[in-house]
């Protein structure tokens, strides 16, 4: 009999196509992820779960698979939605998507910075509203990015991707990091800063950090209020970075310039924020890693992890706290 997997959404046939001559799997092909019910119903005496970003998979979750299962396989890099400390406990391993999206992020982070600094967004408003009536010389202005400096929370992969990018703007590139990486700051020309010098010397921000107790809500009134009037920040991350409002008194009162966001808190962003209101702001829907091919390495890698765990082998990417 072959093993048991529930996977929590329709995700691209290239892991499917890996899985299905494995494993007997079982596919919730709603648009919208199982309700917490479902979800606890759905795992019941599964081998394998096969998870998204926007499944809550904690201790409940795994004692209601109860001791069949063997792997938590994530089609995302960020893993906050897992108690990994709870599926150690439990030896379960888990898996994640790093390395494929790395690129693909860093293209849609700097999308976000173009966009925001040259005013694409309401650039189109502006021509679909009938307001395009002649070249005007003050019309849209925003910042130049060539030259300006870039400040970069988080110098992992994707963090290193942005700067490497950066360069061919004749940016200076800064960045603070958990840990300092020296030959990292030799090879692309970073330098590292205290995170207040960041917020202070900064045009641009870019928030590359995982979300966890030290990075929640690190970009709040204090940190905003450290800021250029004309900085632009982007955030790639996870929503839970950015005090959402803090974040709306900032850009109301022009504290700082304008903010892209790709991740937001909640998800999805209710209708009735008021970051909605404002016109300095670019929100998209977490589509960062939102390219065909990215996507489909993501499923084939998030396949072979929890194939790899259905064998009791060992994942081939497996998160570095994990069993
Ligand atoms: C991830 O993989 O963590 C991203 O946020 C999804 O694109």
Known sequence: MKPKVFITRAIPEAGIDLLCPIADADIWSDELPPPRESLLQKVKGVDGLLTLLTD????????????SLKVISQMAVGYDNIDVAAATARKIPVGHTPGVLTETTADFTWALLMSAARRIVEGDHYTRDGKWKTWMPTLLLGPD???ATLGIIGLGRIGQAVAKRAKGFDMRVIYHSAHRHPEIEKELGVEYVPLDSLYAESDFISIHTPLNDSTYHLINNAALAKMKPSAILINTARGGVIDPDALYRALRDKQIAYAALDVTE?????????????NNIIIAPHIASASIQTRNKMATMAAENLIAGLKGEKLPHRVADSR
């Open 56 to 67: 809550k998979i904690d201790s409940q979750v795994m004692d209601a698979a109860g001791a």
């Open 266 to 278: 909640p998800e999805p962003i209710p209708l009735e924020s008021p970051l909605l209101t404002l």
């Open 145 to 147: 990015v060539h030259g």
